[in-house]
Nanobody
Framework: QVQLVESGGGLVQAGGSLRLSCAAS????????MGWYRQAPGKQRERVAI???????NYADSMKGRVTISRDNAKNTVYLQMNSLKPEDTAVYYC????????WGQGTQVTVSA
């Protein structure tokens, strides 16, 4: 079992930045990849970024160039630096870890005001 706890969400003006963090605990030695998804009101959950244990990253086109995912394996923590935020980035952001079972965090709200 892996437990994930996100932090760092909040309210920011358009053009601003936020850094999300996700700390994993439990059977962390099994984690292969970690990442972030988001779900806006009335929309399906979508992938934002993924990072493997080896550091390979993959970004969704919708946020490519504006987000950076990083990982501290020693701390079992993954980060999502988001810049140039837009109102359409408003969503609940979820942390994910795969072992390859999939674990989800409880989500953190990001609200971008115009």
């Amino acid at each position: 079992q892996v437990q994930l706890v996100e932090s760092g969400g909040g309210l920011v003006q358009a053009g601003g930045s936020l850094r999300l963090s996700c700390a994993a605990s439990g059977s962390t030695f099994n984690i292969k990849s970690m990442g972030w998804y988001r779900q806006a009101p009335g929309k399906q959950r979508e992938r934002v970024a993924i990072i493997t244990s080896g550091g390979t990253t993959n970004y969704a086109d919708s946020m490519k160039g504006r987000v950076t995912i990083s990982r501290d394996n020693a701390k079992n923590t993954v980060y999502l630096q988001m810049n140039s935020l837009k109102p359409e980035d408003t969503a609940v952001y979820y942390c994910i870890a795969t072992t390859p079972m999939t674990y989800w965090g409880q989500g953190t709200q990001v609200t971008v005001s115009a």
